[in-house]
């Protein structure tokens, strides 16, 4: 809180520091893709412990979106057909089920807080549950656990970092390339697999675009967590979305550097044309 105002009097004004007006984003100007890998890998663990309560918070949304229906209960929908047959009790499953049920019961109205990435819940969600998922079911270590969810939450916020203040790319996209990152580094542990997983996700779910914080954020989740997931399986075997397809470059950082261009530019009249949809629409 910065003011606060009674009948026109200033009751509460909270003095300005000198760095009021500094982009906490300046730092990410100067850094890669492979620095922020290779930070995660490496800063001392107890300056990176907190970062847990993403994982604590976030996995408490989960199981309340598998308790009870929030808003389109897609996690409930995907555990139910799991268990007629209709989808496969496997990772990919797991990590669709219990991130969405996440964004499910937060978009739904549940009581509980989120850990929050780049100022969003769900994007929080997206960069931390399946990082979890992944790491129970590989039984990891503690320390590798921390640092993959620290290296997912530090990758989507330098992506995330490149876009504008407002902006009608859905970011829950970007957010998931960071988990994307985290998956990778707990499977392999190389920058390789994580640039060549995110250079997929690129070449796939770009473009994405954001409506408006409703219910059906949890479908863009689900598609978005699924396509790092296969997008880090694709890693593995050696291949991914190349340089020579589409905004996709030969260089991670000018992937990303890609994408965010055309979130900031190309994609600066979409707002006002989702508006004038949402307006015009006929009462139900």
Do not use: W
């Not at 930070?39 to 309340?64: M, T, W």
């Not at 900031?264 to 949809?277: A, N, P, T, Y």
């Amino acid at each position: 809180i910065i003011l606060i105002e009674k009948n026109g009097e200033v009751v509460f004004e909270k003095e300005q520091d000198e760095c009021a007006d500094c982009d906490p984003y300046d730092i990410f100007k100067q850094v890669s893709a492979r620095e922020i890998f290779e930070f995660s890998c490496e800063v001392e663990l107890d300056k990176i412990r907190f970062i847990r309560q993403a994982a604590i918070l976030n996995r408490a949304l989960s199981n309340e979106g598998l308790r009870e229906n929030y808003g389109l209960h897609i996690g409930r929908t995907l555990r139910k057909q799991v268990g007629s047959g209709l989808m496969s009790d496997d990772l990919l499953s797991k990590i669709m089920i219990e991130t969405t049920a996440a964004s499910d019961a937060r978009m739904g109205g549940a009581t509980l807080p989120a850990m929050s990435n780049s100022g969003s819940g769900n994007q929080g969600i997206a960069a931390t549950m399946p990082v979890v998922v992944v790491a129970d079911y590989l039984n990891v270590s503690e320390e590798k656990r921390l640092r993959a969810l620290f290296l997912s939450h530090l990758m989507a916020i330098y992506i995330h970092s490149k876009l504008p203040k407002l902006s009608a790319l859905c970011a829950v996209t970007t957010a998931s390339m960071g988990s994307c990152a985290g998956i990778a580094y707990l499977l392999t542990g190389k920058f390789e697999t994580v640039s060549m997983g995110i250079c997929s996700m690129i070449g796939d779910i770009s473009g994405i675009i954001c409506d408006g914080a409703s219910n059906s954020c949890a479908m863009k989740v689900s598609t978005s967590v699924a396509s790092g997931y296969k997008s880090v399986l694709m890693a593995m075997d050696e291949t991914h979305v190349t340089g020579n397809e589409g905004i996709v470059e030969h260089d991670l950082d000018r992937t990303i550097d890609n994408l965010c261009s055309i979130a900031s530019k190309s994609m600066h009249h979409i707002d006002r044309q989702v508006i004038e949809i949402m307006v015009s629409k006929p009462c139900p």
